[in-house]
């Protein structure tokens, strides 16, 4: 699926590179007193390409929270793993020691 969706995504670039590099217009694009002319083509590169900045940063930021929440979980887990394993050592303990008293008790009727 992966190398599906990165051909997908060289596919819509291209097709952006061909429409928008084919058709060589230009536009006038004012920023406060002054007005520029720049190709049609380098303004959607521009935006394209600002657009996909923010999407990548976008998905940092939740990339990040995702590795906090796993870290969380981690350590949460590991909490209740030790506390598991003291558990099962009481167990254990308790268990030897009931056999321990069972074989005396046992001793003690034979006599």
Do not use: W
Not at 25 to 45: E, R, V
């Amino acid at each position: 699926m992966r190398g599906f969706t990165l051909f997908l995504a060289c596919i819509i670039a291209a097709a952006f590179v061909y429409l928008f590099g084919y058709n060589n217009s230009i536009i006038g694009i004012n920023i406060g007193d002054s007005h520029y002319t720049i190709y049609l083509f380098l303004y959607s590169a521009f935006a394209f390409f600002f657009g996909m900045a923010v999407g990548i940063l976008l998905m940092f930021g939740s990339l990040f929270d995702a590795s906090d929440n796993y870290k969380k979980l981690k350590r949460q887990y590991e909490k209740t793993s030790i506390g598991a394993d003291d558990s099962d050592l009481r167990v254990k303990t308790l268990q030897n020691k009931i056999d321990t008293l069972e074989e005396a008790l046992k001793k003690a009727l034979e006599k």
